[in-house]
């Protein structure tokens, strides 16, 4: 495979790990869809309807997991903005280019794999009609959401 074609599909799979992180993080942080929302800004336990026993478990596994997330986001964030950074140099160094566009990767390789085990988890304490409500607010968030990469380059 070219080098061009190994660079779109390292663009292609951070856009999704963006896409699902950000996901993740937002369901994490309390929002909810639209139309739960509407009803009361009713948080993701809420909108899942948890019983006691399941917020209980939920906020269990919840802590540090949103604790590994933002170290990872944060060491992320660093990694771009040196990858930024250089392109845009005076001189910029492929060297450096390509480690800190492989070590952005296997961050977000790290990061998605700690969100499918979270989801994993949670999947074990929902019931049926818990995990059919939280897989479609999955779903129906990754068909709206940009890439923050996406939403720069449309205006």
Same mark, same amino acid.
């Given at each position: 495979?070219?080098?061009?074609?190994?660079?779109?599909?390292?663009?292609?799979?951070?856009?999704?790990?963006?896409?699902?992180?950000?996901?993740?993080?937002?369901?994490?942080?309390?929002?909810?869809?639209?139309?739960?929302?509407?009803?009361?800004?009713?948080?993701?336990?809420?909108?899942?309807?948890?019983?006691?026993?399941?917020?209980?478990?939920?906020?269990?596994?919840?802590?540090?997991?949103?604790?590994?997330?933002?170290?990872?986001?944060?060491?992320?964030?660093?990694?771009?903005?040196?990858?930024?950074?250089?392109?845009?140099?005076?001189?910029?160094?492929?060297?450096?280019?390509?480690?800190?566009?492989?070590?952005?990767?296997? !961050?977000? %390789?790290? +990061? =998605? /794999?700690?969100?499918?085990?979270? *989801? @994993?988890?949670? &999947?074990? !304490?929902? %019931?049926? +009609? =818990? /995990?059919?409500?939280?897989?479609? *607010? @999955?779903?129906? &968030?990754?068909?709206?959401?940009?890439?923050?990469?996406?939403?720069?380059?449309?205006?």
């Amino acid at each position: 495979m070219n080098r061009t074609v190994l660079k779109w599909l390292l663009v292609i799979s951070l856009a999704l790990n963006a896409g699902m992180m950000t996901t993740v993080i937002v369901n994490r942080m309390g929002s909810a869809p639209v139309s739960a929302r509407q009803n009361d800004q009713a948080s993701l336990p809420d909108y899942l309807q948890l019983n006691a026993d399941q917020r209980r478990r939920w906020s269990d596994i919840e802590g540090s997991f949103l604790k590994d997330i933002a170290a990872n986001w944060h060491e992320i964030r660093t990694h771009r903005e040196t990858l930024v950074r250089q392109v845009f140099s005076e001189k910029p160094d492929r060297g450096v280019i390509d480690a800190e566009q492989a070590r952005i990767a296997a !961050l977000q %390789d790290s +990061q =998605q /794999r700690r969100v499918i085990t979270q *989801l @994993l988890a949670e &999947r074990d !304490l929902l %019931d049926a +009609q =818990q /995990r059919d409500r939280l897989m479609n *607010l @999955l779903l129906s &968030r990754y068909t709206q959401e940009a890439t923050e990469e996406e939403m720069l380059h449309r205006h």
